[in-house]
């Protein structure tokens, strides 16, 4: 029977299994003798390679233009930017909305060329263009391969000293930014980080006031022509560059940015944090909410606190949920913010309290602290590894004449101790509250119930 099986097998069969046979011999075989991935091969020279790393510079032009550097490293696109001082908390009642405004009409119509001839000179280096607006800043920037960097120069030199300021064009800018408005209507989480700096600092005051305001439909181009008189001048504004070396980016500052003059820069009224309340119902299945608190100015090791805080108010924190921070030269709000069923609204902004009074109350494990240490290293590292955040990075150091670098903020944020945290925390929960809210707000709790839980 055993012969009469063995010969019922077809040949084809057979050789298919032998050959997976003597295959898998031969795969243990070569296995056996093969090098290991961490064994060094004696025909190479040995190597000693140094991870890439880019250069932040900081100088100054002779009429005192703030200018920073990042060298290229892995970049292969070069950025040449323009940050302004100036954002919402130096606007007026009467001027509200410029900020908004001057970003639209980045990079439109010159003394020297129309709006299309300028798109077609962008176009033609293969350009990128930006821009945009928050609180204390206004930035414009232009991206390109570093072979079109002198025209990418001349372009954004000739939008900052030369901007025409058409009442048509301006008539055009105000359309779209009054669509940014009406998207900010429906978008919960926008309106709640508004009403959380309405509620610290009034809604028409310094830090309050938001980029988007309502006000823009009244400007006119002599309000957008006044904007550029007061800060285009070498006190209120820098020239930043992304994979660019410092003497490339003098050269440029040098020939394409003299015509700067110097001035002062301007100082907005100081922020004074109030507490308060900031509530938008809407029609809406859910209930967003926020809660912060304000330790005031920060110096350099508070900061590095604050961002530790926030990591650590993430970690403990679960669901739709997550920890703000918002840090200026004069003010600071930290807070946690979340969404919930209407049904859930008051008991998410207790919690809320809970942590924060936790946080102050009780220290920190170390493992705690070094996963909020590590968590926030790589949110820095991640935002300044972006052409925004790396922007943003270099306008300061310029605007200070200190390059912030990546390694000294890996240096001081590994440098916070429990204390730290724990002082920072007993600190902001002494603060009045700040309470947000949009949505369905039946259940969210006034401000005067969270001020009884304190």
Not at 39 to 63: D, F, M, N, W
Not at 100 to 120: E, H, N, P, V, Y
Not at 317 to 335: E, N, Q
């Amino acid at each position: 029977m055993a012969n009469q099986s063995f010969q019922s097998i077809p040949l084809s069969i057979m050789s298919l299994s032998v050959l997976r046979s003597t295959a898998s011999r031969r795969a243990l075989s070569s296995a056996r003798h093969a090098s290991s991935l961490a064994e060094e091969l004696p025909y190479l020279p040995a190597l000693h390679a140094s991870p890439l790393a880019s250069e932040i510079a900081v100088g100054a032009t002779g009429k005192g233009l703030g200018v920073a550097s990042a060298s290229p490293a892995h970049c292969t696109v070069a950025t040449l930017g323009v940050t302004f001082n100036t954002g919402a908390r130096f606007e007026s009642d009467k001027n509200a909305g410029i900020s908004l405004l001057a970003s639209k009409l980045a990079f439109r119509s010159t003394d020297a060329r129309s709006d299309l001839a300028l798109f077609r000179d962008i176009e033609a280096i293969g350009g990128s263009i930006s821009s945009s607006v928050g609180r204390d800043y206004v930035n414009l920037s232009i991206s390109v391969t570093p072979e079109h960097i002198d025209e990418a120069a001349a372009i954004l030199a000739e939008s900052v000293l030369a901007a025409r300021c058409a009442e048509w064009d301006v008539s055009t800018q105000k359309a779209k930014a009054e669509v940014d408005i009406e998207l900010l209507r429906s978008n919960a989480a926008d309106l709640l980080s508004e009403g959380i700096h309405a509620a610290a600092f009034y809604d028409n005051r310094t830090l309050g006031r938001t980029v988007f305001s309502k006000n823009v439909s009244a400007l006119k181009a002599k309000d957008v022509r006044a904007f550029y008189d007061a800060n285009v001048n070498a006190a209120n504004m820098v020239l930043v560059g992304r994979g660019i070396n410092q003497s490339a980016l003098n050269d440029i500052a040098n020939t394409h940015f003299s015509g700067v003059v110097a001035g002062d820069r301007t100082k907005p009224a100081a922020a004074h944090y109030v507490g308060g309340e900031h509530r938008v119902a809407a029609a809406s299945p859910v209930s967003y909410v926020a809660l912060g608190f304000s330790a005031g100015a920060l110096n350099t090791q508070e900061k590095s606190a604050a961002h530790v805080l926030e990591h650590v108010l993430k970690g403990r924190i679960a669901g739709a949920s997550s920890a703000f921070r918002a840090v200026y030269a004069d003010a600071s709000l930290l807070g946690l913010s979340g969404v919930a069923r209407p049904d859930d609204a008051s008991a998410l902004v207790a919690s809320f309290l809970k942590e924060f009074q936790a946080v102050a109350s009780s220290p920190l494990s170390a493992a705690e602290l070094e996963a909020a240490k590590k968590s926030s290293g790589l949110c820095y590292s991640s935002f300044v590894d972006t052409k925004n955040g790396a922007l943003t990075q270099l306008a300061r150091s310029a605007f200070a004449q200190s390059a912030i670098t990546e390694a000294s903020t890996h240096a001081a944020l590994h440098a916070v101790s429990v204390k730290d945290v724990q002082t920072l925390a007993a600190k902001l929960v002494a603060s009045k509250p700040s309470l947000a809210s949009v949505g369905d707000l039946t259940h969210v709790p006034r401000y005067d119930d969270i001020l009884k839980k304190l």
